[in-house]
């Protein structure tokens, strides 16, 4: 087996040589839980909060307990008082849940919880520790549930950094992401709540739209829609995932999977609403779009007036459950569906936009769901190398050493400039003339419009501010951490053409960009907008003449058009290709958009 240099062979695998493997229960002291009895009433609603399993969730930190326990109940129990910072880790049923202690407090039996030392970074002992849950797994044992004992945690073997400020700069990552997956949560939540809102104003009436002063009319379920239900079909039947032959999903009285048991080879309806007959979800009403196939637990409503489906189905969900019957089984049957009165829009076009309204609400949520669920899988697959240690975490600054042994020294080149770089072509790469010319090009522009400093030198080249120390330090990160691909073309006239395109690990960049503030991300993506539609020629001439223009702001000389492109001109032999007129046209539009130059930078001369 190849080692790389600067990593080892260890019983966990490859990891580097200034990482340790240990036993978990070197990495803090392990305290179990107890609960004291419930038959004792001083025991309980005391000071101190007491965890159980069921309150471990997404959240990172546990500041509030259900119930709570007194002195006299601690003392009475196996739990002790566990210090705020203290990792809550599940060991028993659902094992490998985890939380951090904000204030004290103490846990049930369910729980093994880890005090870390003072010369570990406790957040990341905490992340550390959910790398481990398949061993955990491993090791449980038991008849009514699986449980991993305190002993067997304790020695399961961990690969960590032995510096603490590697730890802490993992643990530091990691929780970044964390926190915009967080964000996200409570954003969907807000938006959830925005459309409901919406909906109980729209969907009754109460609020109308401009322009709409029609009657709503009274309706039965019955007037509107041909009332039926789907018909059995055994699970062996059906496969999990669509294929060119079991293409139409089956629906069933399933909440997971959005109801989906599986796939049929056959369609019973297509656009349709559909309730759950019977069960715990007896009331539940979907919108189904596309052919489908239902079992027989499934209502099914045919509209057969020419009503518009989408705003009429949240209207009856908003009134199912009433008419749902509690006697044994909870049931809304097809009779009682079918007599269900409900107000709707009498006209049609109304229908269609409180419909359009609610659609575009749950494409914005189902697009903020999308970029959380994106960002959850970036974290699993950074969790993976940053815990292995298969990526190390640089400085802010990265020095670089010159490709060019021409070039006498290095300097330093932020880290910010590759993540930019990154998003760039993320956005870029499939627009016209894309290429290194236009990469490059797009950081200038961007660099000096939005005035950051990404630890350029430019100089004046053929085709515009260039500077090529940067674009080697670029191309290095890309390739040593495979977000983007890079790949270099001899084209007929003899050019060599480097072409940039992204992989999947682009993400960790675009994680990195979101950190950055809201109004510099509109100001890049802004210009980054208008270059997606410029092709390379366009972005060479609005690079060139961005530099002379600020060129001359910085010297303090006049400007006018003509003196701008006669600036532009003496750039090089080159220019000459581009018309005047074509010229003139993207100095127009820099003023029209607002992309003038303010005096900011490094005036770019000849080397």
Known sequence: MNIPQGYKQTELGIIPEDWEVKPIGELGRIVGGGTPPTSVSQYWNGGIAWYTPAEIGDSKYLSYSIKTISELGLHASSARLLPPGTILLTTRASIGLSAILRQAGTTNQGFQSVIVYDSYDNEFVYYLLQQYIDVMYSLASGSTFLEISKNKLAFINVAFPVNRIEQHAIAETLSDIDGLIEALDKKIAKKRLIKQGAMQELLTGKKRLPGYTGEWIEKKVKDIFKVTRGYVLSTNKTVERPDGYYKYPVYSSQTQNNGIMGYYSEYLFDNAITWTTDGANAGEVNLRKGKFYCTNVCGVLINEEGYTNDCIAPIINMVAKSHVSYIGNPKLMNNVMAEIDIRIPSSLDEQRAIATILSDMDKEIAELEAKRDKYRLLKSGMMQKLLTGQ???????????????????????????????????????QTKGWGRTKLQKSLHLIGYYVQLNLGNEYIRNTA?????????????????????????????????????????LVQELEMAYERYPRDIRERIDNLLDKLSTMSLAGAEILSTLYAVWNNRIIEGEPITDDLLLADFYAWSRHKADFAEKEVRKVLDYMRKEGIIPTGWGKYIGKR
């Open 391 to 429: 990526i190390r975490l640089t400085k802010s600054q990265a020095k670089v050493v010159p490709l060019d042994p021409k070039v006498p020294a290095a300097r330093e080149i932020p880290v910010d400039t590759f993540i930019l770089a990154g998003h760039i072509v993320n956005r870029l790469w």
């Open 464 to 504: 515009g501010p260039d500077d090529q120390l940067l674009m080697n330090y670029i191309d290095q990160k890309f390739k040593q951490y495979h977000h983007v691909n890079i790949v270099k073309e001899r084209w007929l006239d003899g050019t060599v053409h480097y072409s940039y395109t992204p992989t999947p």
